[in-house]
Nanobody
Framework: QVQLVESGGGLVQAGGSLRLSCAHS????????VAWFRQAPGKEREFVIA???????IHADSVKGRFTVHRDTAKMTTYLQMTSLQPDDTARYYC?????????????????WGQGTQVTVSS
């Protein structure tokens, strides 16, 4: 089992920044990748960004140039840096873990999920 705990969410004005953290722990025996998804009220969960074991990342078009992801392997934490936030970014943000080296944008590919952290962007 792998446990994921997100933190760093909150209320921010449009144009502001936030950094979310995802601490992962448990039986991590192989290379892995971590993704961030988000879900707004009344909408389906959508892919945001993900980082592969190599450090390469993939992202949704909606966050290109604004969101970045990086991982501190020693701290077993993955970070989502969000800049130029807009009201449309308001959602609950979830990190997800898969025991594969290559990241995916499909939620079905991730075996473990955190409880999420709320991000609210005011206009």
């Amino acid at each position: 089992q792998v446990q994921l705990v997100e933190s760093g969410g909150g209320l921010v004005q449009a144009g502001g920044s936030l950094r979310l953290s995802c601490a992962h722990s448990g039986r991590i025996l192989s290379d892995y990748s971590v993704a961030w998804f988000r879900q707004a009220p009344g909408k389906e969960r959508e892919f945001v960004i993900a980082i592969s074991w190599s450090g390469s990342s993939i992202h949704a078009d909606s966050v290109k140039g604004r969101f970045t992801v990086h991982r501190d392997t020693a701290k077993m934490t993955t970070y989502l840096q969000m800049t130029s936030l807009q009201p449309d970014d308001t959602a609950r943000y979830y990190c997800a873990f898969r025991a594969m080296a290559t990241a995916s944008s499909e939620p079905i590919g991730y075996q473990f999920w955190g409880q999420g952290t709320q991000v609210t962007v005011s206009s």
